[in-house]
């Protein structure tokens, strides 16, 4: 169980981001490709929602419109931080550079990826108790790791992107809903989502800080 204030938490993430830089470089500059460049672009993608989730305490008694535009969004890109999980897919044995380092790099970003996830949850969490009663609450995660694991299929699997509700909403609301009407027809997406909650689930809540002590330290 983690017991560490944000603060150390955004300075063990800044060590993390220049870390697996470095290994990127390295990479890049060793294979003399490009091939792994995109971990870049997924841990900004991933970063936005804990960034989002750092400005909860600030709209805490914003208008309800503001508070629900910035959950909004934090729930529209909280996929991505879970997303790099299935960047292990990338893992090929013929290439030029040792198959132990890609395997250190997907992990390294696989993991400050789940991290930035869960805790922008909790934080989420502690910013929806003042709102609503513990009955409700007590649902929340599961709800947000059942939906994000969904997110993560969508993005996976279908190529969709967060932006994508902007840019193409009708595209991705049909897709969704097509889901939704015909479960057995689409078996094979709801088994890979609940096999991405089972997971993230699991590592939630052996990692993620739940006691009283720590709920105050995330909240500052």
Known sequence: MIHFS???FNRALL????????????RVWYSGTWRYI?????????????LLSNYFKDFKNS???KQGCLFFCWVLFLPNALYMVTDLIHLRAFTNV??????CLLFAAAFTGIMM??????KAELFLKGK??????????????????????????????????????VGLGAKILSCIVSPLANYKVWATTIIFTGIFSMLYFFICPVNAGTNKKWAE
């Not at 996830?117 to 909790?122: D, N």
């Not at 649902?139 to 969904?150: G, H, T």
């Open 6 to 8: 944000a603060r150390n």
């Open 15 to 26: 060590i993390s981001f220049l870390f697996i830089g470095l290994m990127i470089t390295a």
């Open 38 to 50: 995109f971990i870049a672009w997924n841990l900004f993608l991933g970063w936005i929602p804990y």
């Open 63 to 65: 208008a309800l419109w």
């Open 98 to 103: 040792p198959l132990w380092y890609d395997a």
């Open 117 to 122: 996830a869960f805790i922008s949850i909790r």
């Open 132 to 169: 609503f009663n513990y009955k409700i609450i007590k649902f929340f995660v599961p709800l947000m790791l059942f939906m994000s694991s969904f997110g993560v299929y969508l993005g996976r699997f279908e190529r969709w992107n967060s932006w994508d509700i902007f840019i193409n909403p």
